[in-house]
């Protein structure tokens, strides 16, 4: 597990005129600083991915290069980078404000869908019953005699997954106990969050809460025996070549399964391909594809502007494009950091952006979808 950034300069790939372009893009993004070259003919691979160009998969070229050109001139200089795949390849790796392939960005809430990638892995290999594994006292015995330790006994894993364990934790209330700035404070989260008061029965409430997926996260540990992202590296990341990345720790050495992961963008891109491919990466089956499946059913509305439901970790939503209605699912994070599968187009959307704690990060990378889904092919 390495930490760091890379040392290259930033690349960015564009296929405007139906062949690969690699265009050198300057720390701070002007239009007059970048400087294309042709890229090596014998290139057909990046980072483990089929290389493609946006015009043999079917993608408008010149509308591409006008979103880069937007974020070139955009006045923000936190937009790091946008990566396209389409049809299972990958056709545009764009890289803005002197990031490049070998950078780090955290991102952010967008690690929840990963989590919970990793307990289908682990229901899988038989270190979780399922879905309706109870939170306690299977698996933390010691906590048993927690406030509300009855009712706590009825969560299950899916209540964690779906956000619904009926916590007294609500990211969106500032008040409420559970919130992540509270339990960030405590040296035990596991003890803090276990501690809260229960407010609503499991599986009957839906509340944006970290807390929820620190916990699945302690879930996978306890069941593996390891770190989450040790458990991580040694199956999963490994199968999909993810060997350069960063994930933070709590105060206890317990992995933050609800975010602070930071990947690559072309790694980053992979986790929403491997959804798109029903669980498989290469030719091989990583995880299951009913887990896939389960995973982006809709199970609870969420009240936000442009997210429709919550499944297992993932957001929903159908968005209209040239008078028709696609649906697609995501990973979303602070700053604007995004993993979009728009499974009927055969496409993948990854975002990259370091504006934390902004309103502008994710309305620009919503801009930035409608762009892209408005360069598809369309009567």
Request: hydrophobic share 40%.
């Amino acid at each position: 597990m390495k930490n760091g950034t890379g040392k290259l300069p930033g690349f960015l790939r564009n296929a405007a005129s139906g062949g690969v372009l690699l265009s050198l893009v300057a720390a701070f993004g002007s239009s007059e600083s970048i400087a294309e070259r042709p890229a090596a003919a014998d290139v057909t691979t990046v980072a483990g991915w089929t290389v493609s160009t946006l015009d043999e998969e079917g993608l408008d070229a010149r509308q591409i290069a006008e979103l880069a050109d937007f974020l070139v001139g955009e006045p923000h200089r936190d937009f790091k980078g946008l990566a396209i795949a389409r049809n299972g390849k990958l056709v545009y790796e764009g890289y803005f404000n002197g990031h490049d392939r070998d950078a780090l960005v955290d991102i952010r809430s967008a690690t929840k869908s990963l989590t919970s990638i990793l307990a289908g892995v682990a229901i899988e290999e038989g270190l979780l019953d399922g879905v309706d594994t109870p939170m306690l006292p299977a698996l933390w015995p010691e906590y048993a005699a927690l406030e509300d330790a009855a009712q706590k006994k009825t969560i299950r894993l899916e209540d964690l997954l779906t956000m619904s364990s009926g916590l007294d934790a609500d990211d969106d209330r500032p008040e409420s106990p559970g919130s992540e700035d509270y339990f960030y404070e405590s040296s035990d989260w596991l003890r803090f969050i276990l501690g809260l008061p229960m407010i609503h029965s499991p599986g009957k409430h839906w509340a944006y809460a970290s807390a929820n997926t620190f916990l699945l996260g302690a879930m996978i540990e306890e069941a593996a025996g390891v770190t989450l992202a040790s458990y991580a590296e040694d199956g999963l990341f490994d199968a999909l070549g993810v060997t350069d990345y960063h994930w933070a720790e709590s105060p206890k050495g317990r992995t933050v399964g609800q975010g602070n992961l930071s990947l690559r963008l072309v790694d980053m891109t992979k986790f929403g391909q491997l959804f798109l491919d029903h669980g498989q990466w290469a030719g091989e089956q990583l995880i299951s594809k009913d887990w896939v499946q389960a995973s982006i059913v809709g199970r609870y509305p969420v009240p936000w502007e442009h997210y429709d439901e919550y499944g297992y970790g993932w957001y929903l939503h159908t968005q209209a494009v040239h008078g028709r209605d696609l649906g697609y699912y995501f990973a979303s994070g602070n700053g604007g950091n995004k993993i979009y599968v728009v499974p009927d187009e055969r496409l993948v959307v990854a975002i990259q952006s370091e504006a934390y704690n902004t309103n502008y990060g994710q309305r620009r990378s919503l801009r930035v979808l409608t762009s892209v889904l408005e360069a598809l092919p369309h009567d």
